[in-house]
């Protein structure tokens, strides 16, 4: 099992900037790749971004040149630092743990999530 626990959402202007985190605890040893998926709402929850333990990453296209998915492999955290946020970026952010590329995210680790809120 695993444990994954968000921080560091709230309410910020359209502009500002965030940094959320990811603390995973258990079994880790078994997670290759770690995500930030987004839900807003009445709508389907969505990839942010992920990194894999080798350190690559991959963002959705809404937020490429904006937000920066990084680890911290000796804290077992990941981070996710959104700036120029905007009104679309609103909603319950969501880290995702899972063994590699041929799970499905659903059938993963999930967090609790943590609420972004952006004002204009």
């Known amino acids: 099992q695993v444990q994954l626990v968000e921080s560091g959402g709230g309410l910020v202007q359209a502009g500002g900037s965030l940094r959320l985190s990811c603390a995973a605890s258990g079994s880790i040893f078994s997670i290759n790749i770690m995500g930030w998926y987004r839900q807003a709402p009445g709508k389907q929850r969505d990839l942010v971004a992920a990194i894999t333990t080798g350190g690559s990453t991959s963002y959705a296209d809404s937020v490429k040149g904006r937000f920066t998915i990084s680890r911290d492999s000796a804290k077992n955290t990941v981070y996710l630092q959104m700036n120029s946020l905007n009104a679309e970026d609103a909603g319950v952010y969501y880290c995702?743990?899972?063994?590699?590329?041929?799970?499905?995210?659903?059938?993963?680790?999930w967090g609790q999530g943590t609420q972004v809120t952006v004002s204009s």
């Open positions: 995702n743990a899972r063994r590699d590329a041929t799970m499905r995210p659903l059938f993963g680790y």
